[in-house]
């Protein structure tokens, strides 16, 4: 039967779909600009603690030395994880949970204890109530990795400091030794970069779960799961791994690392893999992002000749614009956050596994933020799809549908 006209555009992915307005960030992917609560990244990035740029995005201004100490104290106060999410944390690490799912199941049960968090039509709630509930999780997702990164290692979780700041106490809590203060720049700098993004994945999920009026922890707690996925918060590692490789094998072997990675980047375009940390969905000039973790790189590593990981990245980089620029001539394919991110988290320590935890100690800024506006704006997000199966089907019997 013939199909009826379809009343609505279609648009795969919701590509260049507008779906809510909001203050919170910013992405020009024609003049590869972002921009943060007002503040271009290049400015906010590597000045701005972490709990400034929570509290820009929270309330649309940066806070007075008053109100940044009372948030510090705030995010101390509500760190500590309750004895049944340990104890789930215990058991993910026994089993050998993968961290993003370890990190999903812990923000998940901390509704134990805590019914606030469970709380749905919040859209009646006053806006202070509904912060401390973003609060509550902001200030759990580090612990809850750091608990579960410790517990995988065969070590006991080290207990939040409360006289340390949100990337400092992470970094804590993950090592057990006070972190050095160009370390804790270095990642003060990329959870400020990765704080929010536009409508990407998970943001959006997030929305989507609000907008039903359900609570705050299944939002953020879908948000993970859609940040799981290698499309959208899984290519640091991959991206890192590569570079890897080739300095191995350039050590190993004697041949130049550019000859190498030219031979690979030829490699994978002819077997159609993806090569990750290049290309990005929205930009169609280079990632600010990346320019603004490459320099926190460099000032990570101010000798070059000290810093091979870099250097080699460097170089790789450089072989793998030329060969994307020489195969894909009409698509822009420029370096991404995902290549700095990668050298900047392995740079302070991090292993590969928690690099997209890591993210989501950042992002889930950025989602409670947005998951505030959408309780704000109360309104159910349900888009429309296009039938494409058979019309006019006439039931039949199991009789005849033998015959």
């Known amino acids: 039967m013939q199909q009826p006209p379809q009343q609505f555009p279609l648009s795969r992915g919701l590509e260049n779909v507008a779906i809510a307005e909001t203050r919170l960030s910013r992405v020009d992917g024609d003049a590869g600009e972002l921009v943060i609560g007002g503040y271009a990244l290049e400015e906010l990035a590597s000045r701005a603690e972490f709990e400034e740029t929570l509290f820009l995005l929270w309330n649309d201004r940066?806070?007075?030395l008053a109100e940044l100490a009372g948030l510090h104290g705030e995010l101390a106060s509500r760190r500590a994880l309750p004895a049944p999410t340990l104890a789930l944390l215990e058991a993910a690490a026994a089993a050998d949970v993968a961290p993003m799912d370890a990190l999903r199941m812990a923000i998940g049960s901390l509704g134990v204890g805590e019914p606030a968090l469970h709380a749905t039509e919040l859209q009646a709630e006053p806006n202070p109530a509904n912060q401390q509930r973003a609060l509550r999780l902001v200030a759990a997702v580090p612990t809850a990795v750091a608990a579960f990164a410790r517990l995988q290692r065969g070590v006991a979780p080290v207990a939040p400091d409360p006289s340390l700041g949100h990337a400092a106490n992470y970094l804590w809590m993950l090592n057990g030794e006070p972190p050095k203060p160009e370390v804790v720049r270095a990642l003060g700098t990329y959870l400020n970069t990765a704080v929010d993004h536009g409508m990407n994945a998970s943001t959006f999920t997030a929305r989507v779960v609000t907008s039903t009026?359900?609570?705050i922890g299944s939002a953020i707690v879908a948000a993970l799961g859609a940040l799981k996925g290698p499309l959208h918060g899984g290519a640091p590692g991959p991206a890192l791994d590569m570079v890897i490789h080739l300095q191995e094998e350039a050590e190993r072997s004697g041949e130049s690392l550019d000859s190498l990675a030219e031979r690979w980047v030829h490699d994978a375009l002819d077997a159609g893999r993806r090569i990750m940390g290049f290309g990005h969905r929205v930009y169609r000039v280079r990632d600010p992002r990346a320019d603004v973790l490459g320099a926190a790189v460099d000032r990570l590593f101010p000798d070059p000749a000290a810093a091979s990981l870099p250097r080699a990245a460097r170089e790789v980089e450089a072989v793998?614009?030329?060969?994307?620029?020489?195969r894909k001539p009409d698509r822009p394919l420029q370096t991404n956050v995902e290549f700095y991110t990668?050298?900047?988290l392995a740079g302070i320590g991090l292993p590969t596994p928690l690099f997209t935890p890591t993210f989501a100690v950042a992002r889930v800024v950025g989602w409670t933020a947005h998951v505030l506006e959408q309780i704000e704006e109360d309104?159910?997000?349900?888009?429309?799809?296009?039938?494409?199966?058979e019309l006019g089907r006439r039931w039949l019997s199991p009789d005849e549908r033998a015959a």
Do not use: F, K, Q
Not at 320 to 326: G, I, N, Q, T, Y
């Open 213 to 215: 009026r359900s609570d």
């Open 379 to 389: 309104r159910l997000i349900r888009p429309r799809v296009h039938y494409a199966g």
């Open 342 to 344: 990668a050298l900047l």
């Open 62 to 64: 940066l806070p007075t």
């Open 320 to 326: 793998v614009l030329r060969v994307l620029a020489e």
